[in-house]
């Protein structure tokens, strides 16, 4: 008598493949850690940095614009925004149009400071590199960025 009679040939599927939730947050805290590190002398968090970065590019934008760029909410923006206000390194201005709307730029410090610590910044990313090999890391960077084009809403 044969046992796979009436059975499915089929292979089986694959096991599921995880957290895929889990796994991008633990390594992007890990990679976090590292920027962090190479960020610390200069008073700044790897989110810091690019906030800065971001209004470099975008001198004059508003809180909603920037939350959109950033995908992140407004009021979390905000709230990281804070800091780099108090330590005068953003500056927020009323919009001539809008008295309403506040746009943001990067004060002269602000700029002087993003200046300074992008040595800090490209330090992280060597080590990164390093770590990873150059083909790695820009595997990786090409994957995540297919994947936020895939994922958007």
Not at 41 to 56: D, H, K, M, S, V
Not at 88 to 104: I, K, N, P, Y
């Amino acid at each position: 008598m044969h046992l796979n009679r009436g059975m499915s040939t089929r292979p089986a599927d694959p096991a599921p493949a995880g957290c895929t939730a889990m796994r991008l947050r633990r390594t992007a805290r890990r990679v976090t850690q590292i920027y962090e590190r190479h960020l610390e002398p200069y008073g700044l968090t790897a989110a810091q940095f690019g906030l800065l970065a971001q209004l470099r590019a975008h001198a004059g934008v508003s809180i909603g614009a920037l939350a959109e760029l950033m995908f992140m909410d407004a009021t979390t923006l905000s709230r990281n925004l804070r800091p780099l206000e108090r330590r005068a390194l953003v500056a927020f201005s009323r919009d001539a149009r809008d008295r309403r709307a506040r746009r943001l730029k990067l004060t002269d410090e602000g700029r002087a400071l993003l200046k300074s610590a992008a040595a800090g910044w490209a330090a992280a990313q060597r080590q990164v590199e390093a770590r990873l090999g150059v083909a790695g890391a820009h595997a990786l960077n090409a994957t995540l960025d297919a994947a936020l084009e895939r994922l958007a809403e």
